[in-house]
């Protein structure tokens, strides 16, 4: 069974950056279609952003410009710079190695335990 391991999350000020890795544990992470979700607090789960295994990357409007995802080294990376009270929430890192549509997250088949932003003004 496939799992998937985020680390990188943190508490920043507004403007600051950080970046989350995700692993996956059993095939190299290059064979998956990568996606990152967020969960605020009494908020539904959202697409922030995703890569695809060839790749090809995908963002939300609300990432464009400010997160950059990347994938080397069996990792993927969301680098996210100028942070908002907005981005505060757990951050999922969830793969699949079936086609789907990036943002809907009922097209994965893996998770992760989720990593904590929590951007302060």
């Known amino acids: 069974q496939e799992r998937l391991v985020e680390s990188g999350g943190g508490s920043v000020q507004e403007g600051g950056s950080l970046r989350l890795s995700c692993v996956t544990s059993e095939r190299p992470v290059s064979m998956y279609n990568v996606g990152w979700f967020r969960q605020a607090p009494e908020k539904e789960r959202e697409f922030v952003a995703g890569?695809?295994?060839?790749?090809k990357t995908t963002y939300a409007n609300s990432a464009k410009g400010r997160f950059t995802l990347s994938r080397e080294n069996n990792m993927v990376y969301l680098q996210m710079d100028n942070l908002k009270p907005s981005d505060t929430g757990v951050y999922y890192c969830?793969?699949?190695?079936?086609?789907?549509?990036?943002?809907?997250?009922?097209?994965?088949?893996?998770w992760g335990q989720g990593t904590q932003v929590t951007v302060s003004s």
């Open positions: 890569i695809s295994w060839e790749p």
């Open positions: 969830a793969a699949t190695g079936r086609t789907l549509v990036m943002s809907n997250p009922n097209d994965y088949d893996y």
